[in-house]
């Protein structure tokens, strides 16, 4: 770690200090602003460690602070609390473990701020297979109101972010070359400038970017908030002297989440320079806070545990400085307080609430049909994930259906026909494990979107069952099923084809909705495949093929009625063998000296049946059996949904 000097003041320091945005609110006149985020007093802490022993974690301690119209930027070493900040301000996080007041223009923040505020994340979550355009067009049909001219605004932002040269780029994917990193980013923030939000919050805007390229993207935060007079809230680490110099407010935390100081951005070398803490002429001044920060950070400052105590003594006490102490004796946190004093009466002494009657700007029916659009956009444009479905249920259907075209009904027969619907039920369990992905692959994207108000969770969840499962799941069902039915010589009726489809297809949806459910529980592909997997296992033990299940104990065998190839396997028996016979030679022995003879006789189809043990006698009997995987389905995409409800947005 560079040294701080701290002997005698810089030759000169006068470069650092540029001009105040003029759109920077006095210090008078704050709480009037209705842009002016401020917070009081705060306290964060989380619960850490293993399950019935967990420890509490303080990650801010006490903080306060405004924050005004412009360029407000939060400060301080890895692990000092920067984001955990910044989401709490921006009603990103759960506040169980806070203390303390978050005022907006002087009132509580609304219920619905995630709809009137915007937030960036550290990891740019974009749809890759839309381009620049699609996807700002997108954001504003979900987040803008009808009457409000959107293409307008589309052509306003793409010119104020610089994106008209890609404007019709896709932004990328793993296969697809897209737009650089600089223009993704810019993309993300005009997404979330759609709704013209007076607050703004970025998490690190320059994360993965080169020097350049973060220079124009904080060149650009300060145009926007310049320009539409916005509060524009980030967090940052490490920025350089020209993006520092664009600065308005600054907030610098300690290593164990305290202020060592607020205030104006280009005043705070002045104000170290008061403790003796002096930057060198040409260091860069955020490069200087972090070394001061850590260079004076010490436990015994907030913890008087021995452990804490032992760490400590290797400070020399005489160049340590408590810095957060320095704070708040200064006359800039007895302004600071006096300020957030004034604001926090005034909103104890109004009459006037903030309402939280600011709903979706989009309807219901609306946002289902732009979701269903932007999914089966993202479908046609990744032709892997288009066509190979397709594709693999065609070479497997007619694989499958040349190795059984020779079947006849004979004696034998009866075993190539029950084992050929065997694997077809079985094809359409683990075949369709694939649709695992569909909400792990997008899981990011959806709890991005839904925290920030895009739509509704009902909405995501019915486009989804549109359009992904549907196509990838439904249209290769009825592909096998028409090149399986055929090729083996299955009946000669166009109603049994039908019933063999449908009976597909609801065993596919309860696949499918099965691995939706599991993909939803766990959020992990390879936990998810791994359970899903035991699950279909377990479920083809109990279709009643591998072992007889009045075999089994009489515990066991209630298992038999959660099973989705039971119910497959049987309706494809009774529409395929009842009313068969099965017929051919059969040595039998007769008379007292055990003679043999070659007779032919017939089994029926029922008789089968019955030795299987699957009913058959009524309609009902085929026709429970679709019931029962219909029910399934529900309810497990009834399970879905309400776990798609309970996920965790904030942070």
Not at 169 to 188: D, F, P, W
Request: charged content about 20%; some cysteine; aromatic content about 10%.
């Amino acid at each position: 770690m560079p040294e701080v000097q701290n002997s005698e003041p810089p030759v000169d320091m006068q470069e650092v200090k540029v001009e105040h945005n003029e759109s920077t609110t006095k210090r008078g006149e704050i709480h009037s602003n209705d842009g002016c985020l401020s917070f009081h007093n705060l306290s964060y802490s989380v619960k850490v460690g293993p399950p019935f022993r967990k420890t509490e974690k303080k990650i801010l301690r006490d903080i306060s602070g405004i924050f005004t119209p412009g360029l407000n930027a939060i400060m301080g070493p890895t692990g000092g609390g920067k984001t955990s900040l910044l989401d709490l301000l921006a009603k990103r996080k759960d506040v169980s473990g806070l203390d303390g007041d978050i005022l907006l223009g002087g009132r509580p923040l609304p219920d619905n701020f995630k709809l009137i505020s915007g937030y960036v994340v550290q990891d740019d979550v974009v749809m890759g297979t839309l381009t620049v355009r699609e996807n700002l067009v997108f954001a504003a049909k979900m987040r803008m109101r009808s009457s409000e001219d959107k293409q307008a605004w589309i052509n306003s932002l793409i010119h104020d972010l610089g994106l008209e040269k890609c404007q019709n780029t896709k932004i990328g994917t793993e296969l697809i070359k897209g737009v650089s990193g600089g223009e993704r980013k810019r993309c993300n923030i005009g997404m979330e400038l759609v709704t013209k939000p007076k607050v703004l919050f970025l998490d690190e805007p320059t994360t993965g970017l080169d020097a350049s390229t973060s220079f124009s993207v904080i060149s650009l935060l300060k145009h926007l908030a310049t320009q539409g007079n916005r509060t524009i809230i980030f967090s940052i680490h490490q920025p350089r002297y020209s993006i520092f110099r664009m600065f308005d407010k600054l907030h610098l935390l300690s290593c164990y989440g305290q202020t060592v100081y607020h205030g104006p951005a280009q005043t705070a070398v002045d104000y170290f320079g008061r403790q003796a803490l002096f930057c060198e002429t040409y260091n860069n001044p955020p490069d200087f806070f972090l070394d001061v920060i850590l260079q004076h950070s010490s436990p015994t400052d907030v913890n008087d545990t021995d452990s804490h105590k032992q760490s400590a003594e290797k400070i020399n006490v005489e160049d340590h400085k408590d810095l957060p102490k320095f704070f708040r004796d200064s006359v800039e946190n007895i302004e600071l307080l006096e300020e957030c004093s004034k604001i926090k009466a005034d909103n104890q002494a109004s009459e006037v609430r903030t309402e939280g009657g600011v709903s979706y700007a989009a309807g219901w029916f609306s946002q289902f049909g732009h979701l269903s659009s932007r999914s089966l956009k993202n479908l046609v444009r990744n032709p892997q994930m288009c066509l190979m479905p397709s594709a693999m249920m065609i070479v497997l259907g007619l694989l499958v259906g040349w190795l059984y075209s020779d079947f006849e009904y004979d004696l034998s027969g009866f075993q190539n026909l029950y084992g050929a619907l065997f694997f077809c039920t079985i094809q359409m369990l683990f075949g369709n494990m694939a649709s695992l992905e569909v909400f792990i692959s997008g899981r990011n994207l959806f709890l991005h979107e839904s925290a920030n108000g895009y739509y509704r969770i009902s909405t995501f969840f019915f486009s989804k069952i549109l359009a992904d499962l549907l196509p990838l799941r439904g249209i290769p069902t009825i592909l096998f099923s028409t090149i399986f039915y055929f090729l083996v010589g299955l009946k000669g009726e166009v109603g049994a084809f039908v019933l063999f489809v449908l009976t597909n297809l609801a065993a596919t949806m309860a696949a499918c909705a099965l691995a939706f459910l599991m993909s939803v529980l766990f959020g992990i592909y390879s936990v998810a495949l791994a359970a899903t997997s035991v699950l279909f296992v377990l479920m083809v033990v109990f279709a009643g093929l591998i072992i007889n299940i009045s075999s089994m104990p009489d515990v066991l065998q209630n298992l038999k009625y959660i099973s989705i190839p039971r119910y497959c396997l049987a309706a494809h028996s009774v529409a395929q063998i009842k009313g068969v016979e099965f017929c051919g030679n059969r040595t039998v022995v007769a008379g007292p000296a055990g003679e043999t003879s070659s007779q032919r006789v017939c089994d029926s189809g029922e008789m089968m049946l019955d030795i299987q043990g699957i009913e058959h006698e009524t309609d009902f009997d085929f026709a429970v059996n679709l019931y029962a995987m219909v029910g399934m389905c529900l309810v497990m995409f009834a399970l879905t949904y309400v776990k798609l409800r309970l996920l965790q947005k904030k942070k």
